[in-house]
Protein backbone atom coordinates (compact mmCIF):
# COMPACT_ATOMS: atom_id res chain seq x y z
CA UNK A 1 0.00 0.00 0.00
CA UNK A 2 1.27 3.65 -0.98
CA UNK A 3 2.60 5.33 2.41
CA UNK A 4 1.11 8.40 3.90
CA UNK A 5 2.29 11.76 3.75
CA UNK A 6 2.87 11.55 7.50
CA UNK A 7 4.47 8.27 7.36
CA UNK A 8 6.81 9.53 4.38
CA UNK A 9 7.71 12.64 6.95
CA UNK A 10 8.96 10.07 9.37
CA UNK A 11 12.28 9.71 6.92
CA UNK A 12 12.70 12.81 5.77
CA UNK A 13 15.73 15.00 7.32
CA UNK A 14 13.07 17.49 8.97
CA UNK A 15 15.06 20.62 8.42
CA UNK A 16 12.44 22.58 6.45
CA UNK A 17 15.04 23.92 3.90
CA UNK A 18 12.88 24.40 0.87
CA UNK A 19 15.21 22.98 -1.44
CA UNK A 20 13.17 20.53 -2.55
CA UNK A 21 10.26 22.89 -4.35
CA UNK A 22 7.82 23.73 -1.30
CA UNK A 23 8.63 25.56 2.25
CA UNK A 24 8.19 22.32 4.47
CA UNK A 25 9.43 18.68 4.78
CA UNK A 26 6.00 17.73 5.48
CA UNK A 27 4.40 20.16 2.54
CA UNK A 28 7.25 17.91 0.43
CA UNK A 29 5.87 15.14 2.20
CA UNK A 30 2.34 14.98 1.74
CA UNK A 31 3.46 15.99 -2.02
CA UNK A 32 5.20 13.04 -2.20
CA UNK A 33 2.24 10.93 -1.07
CA UNK A 34 -0.08 12.35 -3.36
CA UNK A 35 2.25 11.48 -6.37
CA UNK A 36 2.85 15.43 -7.31
CA UNK A 37 7.14 15.45 -6.48
CA UNK A 38 10.17 12.95 -6.41
CA UNK A 39 11.90 11.54 -3.88
CA UNK A 40 15.02 12.67 -5.67
CA UNK A 41 13.73 16.17 -5.43
CA UNK A 42 15.37 16.22 -2.09
CA UNK A 43 19.07 16.55 -1.52
CA UNK A 44 19.50 16.10 1.96
CA UNK A 45 17.57 12.36 2.77
CA UNK A 46 20.17 9.79 3.82
CA UNK A 47 20.79 7.16 1.35
CA UNK A 48 19.22 4.19 4.42
CA UNK A 49 16.24 6.71 4.56
CA UNK A 50 16.23 6.39 0.81
CA UNK A 51 16.19 3.08 0.23
CA UNK A 52 13.74 2.07 3.53
CA UNK A 53 11.42 4.83 1.42
CA UNK A 54 11.58 3.36 -1.86
CA UNK A 55 10.79 -0.65 -0.30
CA UNK A 56 7.87 1.11 1.67
CA UNK A 57 6.75 2.91 -0.86
CA UNK A 58 6.59 -0.30 -3.92
CA UNK A 59 3.66 -1.03 -4.93
CA UNK A 60 1.91 -4.55 -3.10
CA UNK A 61 2.24 -5.57 -6.87
CA UNK A 62 5.33 -5.54 -8.39
CA UNK A 63 5.32 -4.09 -12.02
CA UNK A 64 7.17 -5.96 -14.65
CA UNK A 65 7.97 -4.34 -17.60
CA UNK A 66 7.73 -6.47 -21.29
CA UNK A 67 10.01 -5.09 -23.89
CA UNK A 68 8.10 -4.51 -27.26
CA UNK A 69 9.27 -3.27 -30.79
CA UNK A 70 8.00 0.53 -29.09
CA UNK A 71 7.43 1.61 -25.77
CA UNK A 72 7.23 -1.38 -22.71
CA UNK A 73 4.59 -2.62 -21.78
CA UNK A 74 4.12 -2.30 -17.79
CA UNK A 75 1.67 -4.60 -16.08
CA UNK A 76 1.43 -5.05 -12.70
CA UNK A 77 1.83 -2.19 -10.01
CA UNK A 78 -1.66 -2.13 -8.78
CA UNK A 79 -2.63 -0.92 -5.62
CA UNK A 80 -6.19 -1.17 -5.33
CA UNK A 81 -9.09 -4.02 -5.01
CA UNK A 82 -11.92 -1.64 -6.80
CA UNK A 83 -11.45 0.77 -9.39
CA UNK A 84 -13.52 3.21 -7.57
CA UNK A 85 -11.11 3.56 -4.63
CA UNK A 86 -8.31 5.07 -6.88
CA UNK A 87 -7.95 3.59 -10.26
CA UNK A 88 -6.63 0.39 -12.12
CA UNK A 89 -3.02 1.64 -13.28
CA UNK A 90 -1.89 -0.61 -15.91
CA UNK A 91 -4.12 -2.40 -18.42
CA UNK A 92 -3.53 -6.28 -19.08
CA UNK A 93 -1.69 -6.93 -22.05
CA UNK A 94 -3.74 -9.51 -24.85
CA UNK A 95 -1.60 -11.90 -26.64
CA UNK A 96 -2.59 -14.28 -29.64
CA UNK A 97 -1.16 -17.82 -29.74
CA UNK A 98 0.78 -18.93 -32.63
CA UNK A 99 2.28 -22.81 -32.52
CA UNK A 100 5.27 -23.70 -34.92
CA UNK A 101 3.42 -26.22 -36.27
CA UNK A 102 0.96 -24.04 -38.00
CA UNK A 103 1.81 -23.31 -41.54
CA UNK A 104 3.16 -20.14 -43.04
CA UNK A 105 -0.08 -18.59 -44.68
CA UNK A 106 -1.33 -19.13 -41.04
CA UNK A 107 1.19 -17.94 -39.11
CA UNK A 108 1.65 -14.54 -41.53
CA UNK A 109 -1.96 -14.11 -41.10
CA UNK A 110 -1.80 -14.38 -37.16
CA UNK A 111 1.41 -12.03 -36.98
CA UNK A 112 -0.68 -9.62 -39.51
CA UNK A 113 -3.36 -9.59 -36.86
CA UNK A 114 -1.25 -7.40 -34.80
CA UNK A 115 -1.31 -4.51 -37.17
CA UNK A 116 -4.92 -4.93 -38.42
CA UNK A 117 -6.46 -4.86 -35.09
CA UNK A 118 -5.97 -1.33 -34.68
CA UNK A 119 -8.35 0.87 -33.54
CA UNK A 120 -8.34 4.61 -32.74
CA UNK A 121 -11.25 5.37 -30.28
CA UNK A 122 -11.40 8.94 -28.10
CA UNK A 123 -8.05 9.68 -29.11
CA UNK A 124 -6.79 6.61 -27.87
CA UNK A 125 -5.18 3.48 -29.66
CA UNK A 126 -6.36 0.73 -28.88
CA UNK A 127 -4.61 -2.65 -30.04
CA UNK A 128 -3.39 -5.88 -28.82
CA UNK A 129 0.50 -5.61 -27.71
CA UNK A 130 1.66 -9.67 -27.29
CA UNK A 131 2.24 -13.06 -29.04
CA UNK A 132 2.44 -16.37 -27.60
CA UNK A 133 4.88 -18.70 -29.42
CA UNK A 134 4.26 -22.36 -28.65
CA UNK A 135 6.58 -24.48 -28.61
CA UNK A 136 5.06 -27.84 -30.55
CA UNK A 137 7.62 -29.14 -32.96
CA UNK A 138 10.23 -30.41 -30.76
CA UNK A 139 12.54 -28.86 -33.34
CA UNK A 140 14.19 -25.76 -31.37
CA UNK A 141 15.16 -24.43 -34.95
CA UNK A 142 11.26 -24.26 -36.05
CA UNK A 143 11.05 -22.28 -32.96
CA UNK A 144 13.73 -20.02 -33.06
CA UNK A 145 12.67 -19.21 -36.73
CA UNK A 146 9.22 -18.46 -35.91
CA UNK A 147 10.52 -16.49 -32.78
CA UNK A 148 12.53 -14.29 -35.49
CA UNK A 149 9.35 -14.03 -36.95
CA UNK A 150 7.29 -12.58 -34.53
CA UNK A 151 10.35 -10.21 -34.04
CA UNK A 152 10.98 -8.85 -37.38
CA UNK A 153 7.21 -8.80 -38.52
CA UNK A 154 5.75 -6.93 -35.18
CA UNK A 155 6.44 -4.95 -32.71
CA UNK A 156 4.94 -7.10 -29.85
CA UNK A 157 6.12 -8.57 -26.76
CA UNK A 158 6.77 -12.33 -27.07
CA UNK A 159 5.94 -14.80 -24.79
CA UNK A 160 7.81 -18.14 -24.96
CA UNK A 161 5.56 -21.52 -24.19
CA UNK A 162 7.92 -23.70 -24.04
CA UNK A 163 10.19 -25.63 -21.32
CA UNK A 164 12.64 -26.88 -23.04
CA UNK A 165 16.02 -25.33 -22.23
CA UNK A 166 17.97 -25.71 -25.50
CA UNK A 167 14.79 -24.11 -27.17
CA UNK A 168 14.04 -21.00 -25.23
CA UNK A 169 18.01 -19.81 -25.38
CA UNK A 170 17.55 -20.51 -29.16
CA UNK A 171 13.92 -18.86 -29.28
CA UNK A 172 15.78 -15.76 -26.80
CA UNK A 173 18.62 -15.29 -29.19
CA UNK A 174 16.28 -14.37 -32.39
CA UNK A 175 14.42 -12.11 -30.08
CA UNK A 176 17.81 -10.29 -29.39
CA UNK A 177 16.74 -7.20 -27.26
CA UNK A 178 12.98 -8.25 -27.74
CA UNK A 179 13.77 -9.98 -24.17
CA UNK A 180 10.94 -12.61 -24.40
CA UNK A 181 9.06 -14.30 -21.56
CA UNK A 182 9.64 -17.77 -20.45
CA UNK A 183 6.18 -19.57 -20.29
CA UNK A 184 6.24 -21.58 -17.82
CA UNK A 185 8.99 -22.19 -14.68
CA UNK A 186 7.67 -24.71 -12.53
CA UNK A 187 8.91 -26.58 -9.42
CA UNK A 188 10.08 -29.34 -11.50
CA UNK A 189 11.81 -27.33 -14.13
CA UNK A 190 13.19 -24.68 -11.94
CA UNK A 191 17.04 -26.19 -12.18
CA UNK A 192 17.39 -25.54 -15.71
CA UNK A 193 14.74 -22.55 -16.83
CA UNK A 194 16.37 -20.30 -14.39
CA UNK A 195 19.15 -20.22 -15.27
CA UNK A 196 18.96 -18.81 -18.82
CA UNK A 197 16.18 -16.28 -17.04
CA UNK A 198 19.00 -14.77 -14.79
CA UNK A 199 21.85 -14.22 -17.96
CA UNK A 200 19.86 -13.23 -20.34
CA UNK A 201 17.45 -11.33 -17.58
CA UNK A 202 14.37 -12.48 -18.99
CA UNK A 203 10.62 -12.02 -17.00
CA UNK A 204 9.45 -15.61 -15.83
CA UNK A 205 6.10 -17.27 -15.83
CA UNK A 206 5.91 -19.20 -12.30
CA UNK A 207 3.35 -21.68 -12.57
CA UNK A 208 2.17 -24.23 -9.77
CA UNK A 209 -1.43 -25.79 -9.09
CA UNK A 210 -1.39 -24.57 -6.14
CA UNK A 211 -0.80 -21.21 -4.37
CA UNK A 212 1.08 -22.94 -1.25
CA UNK A 213 3.41 -24.59 -4.38
CA UNK A 214 3.45 -20.94 -5.98
CA UNK A 215 4.26 -19.33 -2.61
CA UNK A 216 7.50 -21.78 -2.83
CA UNK A 217 8.65 -21.04 -6.25
CA UNK A 218 8.24 -17.36 -5.98
CA UNK A 219 10.74 -18.11 -3.12
CA UNK A 220 12.78 -19.80 -4.83
CA UNK A 221 13.16 -17.41 -7.82
CA UNK A 222 13.26 -14.25 -6.03
CA UNK A 223 16.17 -15.98 -4.13
CA UNK A 224 18.35 -16.53 -7.56
CA UNK A 225 17.29 -12.42 -7.71
CA UNK A 226 14.83 -13.53 -10.53
CA UNK A 227 12.25 -10.30 -10.19
CA UNK A 228 10.43 -10.35 -13.09
CA UNK A 229 7.37 -12.85 -12.15
CA UNK A 230 4.32 -13.41 -13.21
CA UNK A 231 1.97 -15.60 -11.61
CA UNK A 232 -0.18 -18.68 -13.13
CA UNK A 233 -1.88 -20.53 -10.83
CA UNK A 234 -2.66 -23.65 -13.91
CA UNK A 235 -6.78 -22.53 -13.29
CA UNK A 236 -8.10 -23.59 -16.65
CA UNK A 237 -12.35 -22.58 -15.54
CA UNK A 238 -13.33 -19.67 -15.52
CA UNK A 239 -14.74 -20.44 -11.63
CA UNK A 240 -11.18 -21.88 -10.33
CA UNK A 241 -9.32 -18.66 -12.40
CA UNK A 242 -11.23 -16.14 -11.16
CA UNK A 243 -11.43 -17.14 -7.61
CA UNK A 244 -7.52 -17.47 -7.80
CA UNK A 245 -7.31 -14.03 -9.15
CA UNK A 246 -9.26 -12.28 -6.50
CA UNK A 247 -7.39 -14.36 -3.79
CA UNK A 248 -3.75 -13.55 -5.21
CA UNK A 249 -4.92 -9.69 -5.23
CA UNK A 250 -6.44 -10.14 -1.31
CA UNK A 251 -2.95 -11.43 -0.65
CA UNK A 252 -1.08 -9.02 -2.02
CA UNK A 253 -3.07 -6.06 -1.09
CA UNK A 254 -5.21 -6.41 1.96
CA UNK A 255 -2.52 -8.76 3.59
CA UNK A 256 0.73 -7.37 2.08
CA UNK A 257 2.00 -10.88 0.98
CA UNK A 258 4.97 -10.23 -1.14
CA UNK A 259 5.55 -13.43 -2.04
CA UNK A 260 2.26 -13.72 -4.06
CA UNK A 261 2.83 -9.53 -5.06
CA UNK A 262 3.18 -10.12 -8.67
CA UNK A 263 0.99 -9.97 -11.87
CA UNK A 264 -0.77 -12.33 -13.49
CA UNK A 265 -1.18 -14.19 -16.66
CA UNK A 266 -4.29 -16.22 -18.05
CA UNK A 267 -5.37 -18.30 -20.70
CA UNK A 268 -9.30 -17.81 -22.09
CA UNK A 269 -7.80 -19.63 -25.38
CA UNK A 270 -7.35 -22.85 -22.96
CA UNK A 271 -10.69 -22.45 -21.73
CA UNK A 272 -13.13 -23.17 -24.17
CA UNK A 273 -13.12 -23.77 -28.04
CA UNK A 274 -16.11 -21.32 -28.28
CA UNK A 275 -14.69 -17.95 -29.71
CA UNK A 276 -17.71 -15.99 -27.90
CA UNK A 277 -17.43 -17.73 -25.01
CA UNK A 278 -13.52 -17.04 -24.84
CA UNK A 279 -14.22 -13.41 -25.35
CA UNK A 280 -16.83 -13.40 -22.40
CA UNK A 281 -13.89 -15.56 -20.15
CA UNK A 282 -11.39 -12.88 -20.70
CA UNK A 283 -13.30 -10.01 -19.73
CA UNK A 284 -14.45 -11.43 -16.78
CA UNK A 285 -10.95 -12.32 -16.21
CA UNK A 286 -9.43 -8.44 -16.71
CA UNK A 287 -12.02 -7.34 -14.72
CA UNK A 288 -10.55 -9.56 -11.90
CA UNK A 289 -7.27 -8.51 -12.40
CA UNK A 290 -5.36 -10.25 -15.55
CA UNK A 291 -2.18 -8.94 -16.19
CA UNK A 292 -1.73 -10.69 -19.50
CA UNK A 293 -4.82 -12.82 -21.46
CA UNK A 294 -3.87 -15.37 -23.75
CA UNK A 295 -6.64 -15.79 -26.86
CA UNK A 296 -6.77 -18.28 -29.19
CA UNK A 297 -6.56 -15.87 -32.11
CA UNK A 298 -7.34 -12.01 -33.16
CA UNK A 299 -11.12 -11.72 -34.85
CA UNK A 300 -12.34 -8.71 -34.55
CA UNK A 301 -15.94 -9.02 -33.37
CA UNK A 302 -14.06 -10.65 -30.46
CA UNK A 303 -11.23 -8.23 -30.06
CA UNK A 304 -12.63 -5.30 -30.73
CA UNK A 305 -15.28 -5.64 -27.14
CA UNK A 306 -12.41 -6.31 -25.29
CA UNK A 307 -10.45 -3.27 -26.21
CA UNK A 308 -12.49 -1.16 -25.71
CA UNK A 309 -13.53 -3.15 -22.09
CA UNK A 310 -9.79 -2.28 -21.36
CA UNK A 311 -10.16 1.59 -22.09
CA UNK A 312 -12.77 1.81 -19.78
CA UNK A 313 -11.51 -0.62 -17.14
CA UNK A 314 -8.40 1.28 -17.26
CA UNK A 315 -9.23 5.32 -17.65
CA UNK A 316 -9.25 7.25 -13.71
CA UNK A 317 -12.81 7.56 -12.69
CA UNK A 318 -11.47 10.40 -11.02
CA UNK A 319 -11.09 12.60 -14.10
CA UNK A 320 -13.29 12.52 -17.05
CA UNK A 321 -12.14 11.40 -20.16
CA UNK A 322 -11.46 13.86 -22.57
CA UNK A 323 -10.28 14.28 -26.58
CA UNK A 324 -8.01 16.63 -27.31
CA UNK A 325 -8.84 20.26 -28.35
CA UNK A 326 -8.62 21.01 -32.29
CA UNK A 327 -9.70 20.51 -35.42
CA UNK A 328 -11.35 17.31 -36.42
CA UNK A 329 -11.44 16.35 -40.39
CA UNK A 330 -14.31 14.19 -41.11
CA UNK A 331 -14.47 12.30 -44.12
CA UNK A 332 -12.37 14.72 -46.01
CA UNK A 333 -13.75 17.89 -46.01
CA UNK A 334 -12.72 20.64 -48.35
CA UNK A 335 -12.91 24.59 -47.19
CA UNK A 336 -16.54 24.57 -48.62
CA UNK A 337 -18.14 22.09 -45.82
CA UNK A 338 -19.27 22.89 -43.19
CA UNK A 339 -18.38 23.55 -39.54
CA UNK A 340 -19.32 22.33 -36.35
CA UNK A 341 -18.66 22.69 -32.59
CA UNK A 342 -19.19 20.75 -29.72
CA UNK A 343 -17.07 20.24 -26.28
CA UNK A 344 -14.25 17.68 -25.41
CA UNK A 345 -16.05 15.01 -23.27
CA UNK A 346 -14.90 12.35 -24.86
CA UNK A 347 -18.29 10.52 -25.60
CA UNK A 348 -19.72 13.51 -26.43
CA UNK A 349 -16.66 13.79 -29.33
CA UNK A 350 -17.51 10.10 -29.81
CA UNK A 351 -21.27 10.17 -30.76
CA UNK A 352 -21.08 13.56 -32.93
CA UNK A 353 -17.94 12.64 -34.89
CA UNK A 354 -19.50 8.93 -35.55
CA UNK A 355 -22.77 10.46 -36.49
CA UNK A 356 -21.31 12.82 -39.02
CA UNK A 357 -18.88 9.64 -40.20
CA UNK A 358 -22.77 8.10 -40.60
CA UNK A 359 -24.11 10.96 -42.54
CA UNK A 360 -21.03 10.23 -44.93
CA UNK A 361 -20.45 14.13 -45.73
CA UNK A 362 -17.19 16.16 -45.59
CA UNK A 363 -16.82 17.88 -42.68
CA UNK A 364 -15.09 19.82 -39.86
CA UNK A 365 -15.54 18.87 -36.18
CA UNK A 366 -14.06 22.02 -33.78
CA UNK A 367 -13.58 20.47 -30.44
CA UNK A 368 -13.31 22.96 -27.35
CA UNK A 369 -11.28 22.00 -24.43
CA UNK A 370 -14.39 21.91 -21.79
CA UNK A 371 -11.95 19.98 -19.04
CA UNK A 372 -13.79 16.46 -20.08
CA UNK A 373 -17.70 18.01 -19.21
CA UNK A 374 -20.50 17.79 -21.28
CA UNK A 375 -22.17 20.57 -23.80
CA UNK A 376 -24.61 21.42 -20.76
CA UNK A 377 -22.61 21.20 -18.10
CA UNK A 378 -20.03 23.02 -19.35
CA UNK A 379 -22.02 25.00 -20.51
CA UNK A 380 -23.69 25.68 -17.09
CA UNK A 381 -20.26 25.99 -15.61
CA UNK A 382 -19.10 29.05 -17.75
CA UNK A 383 -16.85 26.73 -19.98
CA UNK A 384 -18.85 26.52 -22.85
CA UNK A 385 -20.17 29.87 -23.79
CA UNK A 386 -20.31 32.51 -26.37
CA UNK A 387 -17.61 34.14 -24.97
CA UNK A 388 -15.00 31.31 -24.64
CA UNK A 389 -16.02 29.53 -27.64
CA UNK A 390 -15.84 32.89 -29.44
CA UNK A 391 -12.12 33.06 -28.43
CA UNK A 392 -11.41 29.57 -29.32
CA UNK A 393 -13.13 29.95 -32.41
CA UNK A 394 -10.87 32.99 -33.77
CA UNK A 395 -7.69 31.21 -32.44
CA UNK A 396 -8.39 27.62 -33.91
CA UNK A 397 -7.42 28.70 -37.51
CA UNK A 398 -10.66 27.47 -38.80
CA UNK A 399 -11.34 30.31 -40.62
CA UNK A 400 -8.16 29.66 -42.49
CA UNK A 401 -9.40 26.49 -44.10
CA UNK A 402 -12.93 27.43 -45.33
CA UNK A 403 -14.24 29.71 -48.06
CA UNK A 404 -17.84 29.95 -45.59
CA UNK A 405 -18.36 31.18 -42.48
CA UNK A 406 -20.72 28.98 -41.01
CA UNK A 407 -20.87 27.74 -37.58
CA UNK A 408 -23.34 24.97 -36.56
CA UNK A 409 -23.39 24.84 -32.85
CA UNK A 410 -25.11 22.05 -30.50
CA UNK A 411 -29.09 22.75 -29.95
CA UNK A 412 -28.36 22.41 -26.28
CA UNK A 413 -26.98 25.88 -26.27
CA UNK A 414 -29.55 27.70 -28.92
CA UNK A 415 -29.17 30.94 -26.20
CA UNK A 416 -25.43 31.68 -26.71
CA UNK A 417 -26.45 32.27 -30.62
CA UNK A 418 -26.62 35.82 -30.02
CA UNK A 419 -23.58 36.09 -28.11
CA UNK A 420 -21.66 34.47 -30.62
CA UNK A 421 -22.87 36.55 -33.49
CA UNK A 422 -21.49 39.36 -31.42
CA UNK A 423 -18.44 37.87 -30.64
CA UNK A 424 -18.00 36.74 -34.53
CA UNK A 425 -19.17 39.01 -36.33
CA UNK A 426 -18.04 37.86 -39.58
CA UNK A 427 -19.63 34.58 -39.01
CA UNK A 428 -23.60 33.17 -39.09
CA UNK A 429 -24.17 31.08 -36.33
CA UNK A 430 -26.34 28.01 -37.07
CA UNK A 431 -28.12 26.48 -34.48
CA UNK A 432 -27.89 22.70 -34.91
CA UNK A 433 -30.49 20.05 -33.72
CA UNK A 434 -30.15 18.87 -29.64
CA UNK A 435 -29.37 15.26 -30.39
CA UNK A 436 -26.25 14.17 -32.66
CA UNK A 437 -28.97 11.62 -34.40
CA UNK A 438 -30.81 14.33 -36.35
CA UNK A 439 -27.23 15.58 -37.56
CA UNK A 440 -28.00 13.60 -40.82
CA UNK A 441 -31.62 15.46 -42.23
CA UNK A 442 -30.35 18.75 -40.04
CA UNK A 443 -27.38 19.43 -42.40
CA UNK A 444 -29.60 17.74 -45.54
CA UNK A 445 -31.83 20.81 -45.11
CA UNK A 446 -30.37 23.37 -43.60
CA UNK A 447 -26.76 23.18 -44.91
CA UNK A 448 -26.30 25.37 -48.47
CA UNK A 449 -22.46 26.14 -48.91
S1 LIG B 1 14.65 19.60 0.60
FE1 LIG B 1 14.42 17.88 2.01
S2 LIG B 1 15.05 18.72 3.96
FE2 LIG B 1 14.65 20.47 2.69
S3 LIG B 1 12.47 20.97 3.03
FE3 LIG B 1 12.53 19.61 1.31
S4 LIG B 1 12.22 17.62 2.21
FE4 LIG B 1 12.83 18.94 3.88
Redesign the pocket.
Known amino acids: MALSGIEIFKY?????????G????LA??MSLAAGKAELT?????SEESKTKLEEASAPPIRPVSIMTGGNPLKIGGETVMFRHEKRFENPPGLAIVISDTMNDTEIARRLKSLHSHTYTRVGATLKPELVALKYESGDSSTYAALAAKAKNQTDAGIILMCQDAGAINAAAEACDDRKPIICAITLSNLETLAAPAKELSLPVVAHADTLDELTELTRRLTDLGIKDIILDTGARDLKKALADQVGLRRLALLKKFRLLGFPTIVFPAEMTDNPIKESLIASALMAKYAGIIVLSDFKGETLFPLLVARLNLYTDPQRPLATAEGIYDINGPDENSPVAITCNFSLTYFIVSGEIENTRMPAHLLIKDTEGLSVMTAWAAGKFGADNIGGFVKKSGIAERVKHRKLIIPGYIAQESGGLEEELPDWEIMVGPREAAHLLPYLKSNWKP
Open positions: LPKTNCGKCVPTCFAACPFI
